[in-house]
């Protein structure tokens, strides 16, 4: 069965540094998301993706977060100087048809900043 | 502000009883409703995904809808030791573009 790939699965960074989280969404979706999850919390969306741009953000997706489609198969988010509360579990998600059809959602990068 | 609420539990069932998980939502403009399965540590599972009112079946899974109470529904009959794990209510608004907003979760627990 088709699979979103996150790499890494476990990243320790210090504050103040960048870091960059990778996804490799299933090839024929035409969708893509990332959410995080604070440790004990909800499921929370941060952005999606469509034709190569932006479609929606949330509130928490501020100016310290980018997102990237590097090449046909990457699919990326920066956060640009790590705060503490950035530490979560970030999910990447690719839908075929968005619409509500239902994500496939990847393992998830455990992102820990120290 | 759009808000999924769901109780946190947890739920204690017996095994091969069923289980009968509960949300209610704000946003009377959601549009589509799905339950997810989650694993501690582990990413969100689709189990369901359901759109009109009443109640759509797969397997030992009924999920329901009834948008006049904005209330959502998960009944797993049957439950197994492996249906433990918390249970994730979102709703969508708009499209495809738009982010999914999810519940806490229902912790469930099958008691062998």
């Known amino acids: 069965e088709p699979e979103v790939t996150q790499t890494p699965s476990h990243q320790v960074t210090q504050m103040g540094q960048e870091v960059i989280l990778r996804c490799v969404p299933i090839?024929?979706?035409?969708?893509f998301y990332w959410y995080r999850q604070i440790l004990g919390q909800k499921v929370e969306f941060l952005v999606s993706f469509y034709n190569n741009e932006i479609s929606e953000k949330s509130e928490i997706f501020d100016d310290q977060f980018s997102v990237e489609r590097p090449d046909g198969s990457n699919f990326t988010l920066k956060i640009r100087s790590t705060k503490l509360e950035d530490s979560a579990m970030y999910f990447c998600?690719?839908?075929?048809?968005?619409?509500?059809?239902?994500?496939?959602f990847g393992s998830g990068t455990r992102l820990t900043v120290v | 502000q759009k808000e999924v609420e769901q109780n946190s539990g947890p739920l204690s069932v017996p095994e091969g009883a069923i289980a009968s998980l509960n949300c209610t939502y704000s946003d009377r403009g959601s549009q589509s409703f799905f339950w997810y399965r989650q694993y501690s540590g582990k990413s969100p599972e689709l189990i369901m995904s359901i759109y009109s009112n009443g109640d759509k079946e797969d397997g030992r899974f009924t999920a329901q809808l009834n948008k006049a109470s904005q209330y959502v529904s998960l009944l797993i009959r049957d439950s197994q030791p492996s249906d433990s794990a918390t249970y994730l209510c979102a709703a969508l608004s708009g499209g495809g573009a738009d982010g999914l907003t999810f519940g806490k979760g229902t912790h469930l627990i099958i008691q062998p």
């Open positions: 998600a690719s839908s075929e048809q968005g619409l509500g059809y239902g994500y496939t």
């Open positions: 090839s024929n979706h035409l969708y």
